[in-house]
């Protein structure tokens, strides 16, 4: 082999500068420090609705069970059949 198939084969196994360049960077590195606050800011945010909305929802089965239970409660038929057999325990 002469010395141009050496330096021919040697460049096209080295990759180029600006690959060695982006492989050496991070997402962190690109961006700006600015647009990483807005981003962690919009995730604290999702994190905070996520959270508000799951409050909400729990709020509401707690309501929906109260007041099934207060229905219930007013049910004659469903006192004789959920109640206690022994009476004597009431006296």
């Given at each position: 082999m002469g010395k141009k198939q050496k330096q021919a084969r040697n460049n096209q196994?080295?990759?180029s500068s600006k690959a060695e360049e982006g492989m050496g960077l991070s997402l962190k590195d690109l961006l700006g420090a600015e647009v990483i606050g807005k981003l962690k800011a919009q995730a604290d945010?999702?994190?905070q609705a996520e959270a508000a909305r799951k409050e909400e929802a729990r709020k509401q089965e707690e309501e929906k069970k109260k007041q099934e239970r207060k229905l219930l409660e007013n049910d004659f038929a469903y006192l004789l059949e959920n109640s206690?057999?022994?009476w004597s325990k009431h006296k």
């Open positions: 196994a080295k990759p945010d999702m994190k206690d057999p022994r």
